[in-house]
Nanobody, 122 residues
Framework: QVQLVESGGRLVQGGDSLRLSCAAS????????AGWFRQAPGKERELVAV????????SYADSVKGRFTISRDNVKNAMYLQMNSLKHEDTAVYYC???????????????WGQGTQVTVSS
């Protein structure tokens, strides 16, 4: 079992940058593939970016490709999401999640954090 805690979400202006962090505890973080997902009001939870156990493989939603970067530090048991050129439509609760295989589907991730709110003013 692993526990996940996200941090870094806040209110920003369009065009700003923001870095989210996900701290893991419990079972070694390197045992898991991991990802960032987000959910806006009235919408389903959607993929933002995912990363393999070693960090060698990543995958992004088309809507964030070129603006967001996912990374992880298995020594620090942490994962990050660097978000640049933020847009109003990036406003959502952002969740980190881990699973035993890298996937773009949130249903294949077993453990989730509580989420952190990102609000981008237009």
């Amino acid at each position: 079992q692993v526990q996940l805690v996200e941090s870094g979400g806040r209110l920003v202006q369009g065009g700003d940058s923001l870095r989210l962090s996900c701290a893991a505890s419990g079972r070694p973080f390197s045992d898991y593939a991991a990802g960032w997902f987000r959910q806006a009001p009235g919408k389903e939870r959607e993929l933002v970016a995912v990363i393999s156990r070693s960090g060698s493989t990543t995958s992004y939603a088309d809507s964030v490709k070129g603006r967001f970067t996912i990374s992880r530090d298995n020594v620090k048991n942490a994962m990050y999401l660097q978000m640049n050129s933020l847009k109003h439509e990036d406003t959502a609760v952002y969740y980190c999640a881990v699973g035993f295989t890298i996937s773009r589907s949130p249903g294949l991730y077993s453990f989730w954090g509580q989420g952190t709110q990102v609000t981008v003013s237009s």
